[in-house]
């Protein structure tokens, strides 16, 4: 795929993901434009004075709740990566309403405004909190998948193409527990709630590299889930301080013990390659499913869940991901 000729558009473009796309898509695949979509000029603003400000991006203000705003942006992009969301589960579970508007509804404003725009490619984040989920945020993510993948029914005459990547935690994101625990290393205590949660993860490179390769190999329909590494949260505190208390606090409302990326129901129509799984579209009545050929079937009964995996990572694992987060938590450059 010849990106050098492509404009794409980054909904929430100003968040950790966003950055290190933009960042990493100008280094390495030299588009003609990226549009950066998001609602806070601030964080905008600071984005241009932190070094982004090449040629090449263009900065726009709006919400994914506008469809308006969405399809003027949308004009002439050939991508689409949809990283908005609100994402913090409290947060979704106090304002319920708030995160329905913003990742269902602001899911379907995008969906709508790239076809109408006649945007080649959709790509959508989305976690696995959508597997199985147990409180409000996966709930709205597992409605955005179903969006995203079934929305293929409408521009199969077309050129839209629509597809998903469910990944689990990013270590060092915004609101992720990696900055909490930094912060909290410095009383000499750290909390978890629960010592036998497990939890995948992967770095944000390894995040931002998994969606460049699914867009370029995507047909529309597929739902991609990269191989990553899982880790108890108590070796993960331990990892970062390794000299501190660990205090188990209890399970908090909608907080699981282990995460899924993959339902044995979704198996049944999933292929694995050697570096991820393809869920591909339950009814396949336009296209998505030459991954059959591409992959080898799952066994009945299969599932794969951060308590399941068959890669872990060990205390020095751990330190090796914790490593440049913390550079910048001690330089004071970390977002929490």
Same mark, same amino acid.
């Given at each position: ?10 909904? /929430? ?56 705003? $969405? ?6 992009? %050939? ?26 509804? &602001? ?15 959709? $790509? ?43 990944? &689990? ?5 915004? /609101? ?30 390894? /995040? ?11 047909? &529309? ?13 108590? %070796? ?17 409302? /909608? ?32 296209? &998505? ?17 951060? %308590? ?29």
């Amino acid at each position: 795929m010849n990106w050098t000729n492509k404009t794409i558009l980054v909904t /929430g473009g100003t968040g950790s993901f966003g950055k290190k796309f933009t960042k990493m898509l100008l280094a390495e695949k030299n588009p003609q434009k990226i549009i950066i979509f998001s609602r806070d000029e601030l964080k905008q603003h600071e984005m241009r004075v932190a070094g982004y400000n090449d040629p090449r991006l263009r900065y726009f203000i709006g919400d994914v709740r506008d469809r308006d705003r $969405l399809l003027r942006a949308m004009h002439g992009v %050939d991508i689409v990566v949809h990283a908005a969301a609100l994402k913090q589960v409290p947060a979704c579970e106090y304002n319920p309403m708030e995160a329905i508007k913003t990742n269902i509804i &602001g899911t379907s404003n995008v969906i709508e405004a790239a076809l109408d725009a006649g945007v080649k490619k959709v $790509l959508a984040l989305s976690t696995d909190k959508a597997v199985s989920p147990a409180n409000l945020y996966g709930g709205t993510k597992l409605v955005a998948e179903k969006l995203v993948v079934q929305s293929n029914n409408y521009s199969a005459g077309t050129s839209t193409r629509y597809s998903c990547v469910r990944y &689990g935690n990013v270590v060092g994101s915004r /609101g992720s527990v990696v900055p909490l625990f930094l912060k909290m290393r410095a009383t000499g205590k750290l909390t978890v709630t629960d010592d036998r949660m497990t939890r995948f993860w992967l770095s944000l490179e390894q /995040g931002v590299q998994f969606v460049i390769n699914c867009i370029e190999q995507m047909e &529309g329909g597929e739902v991609f889930v990269p191989k990553i590494p899982s880790t108890t949260v108590v %070796d993960l505190a331990r990892a970062i301080a390794p000299d501190a208390e660990i205090e188990i606090i209890g399970i908090r409302p /909608g907080e699981k013990l282990h995460e899924d990326l993959l339902s044995v129901d979704e198996s049944r129509h999933s292929v694995e390659l050697d570096d991820m799984f393809v869920v591909q579209p339950v009814e396949a009545s336009w296209f &998505g499913y030459s991954w059959q050929d591409k992959g080898k079937t799952l066994p009945e009964g299969f599932s794969y869940t951060s %308590d399941n995996n068959s890669e872990w990572l060990d205390l020095e694992g751990m330190k090796k991901y914790i490593a440049p987060f913390e550079k910048e938590f001690n330089e004071g450059t970390l977002e929490g």
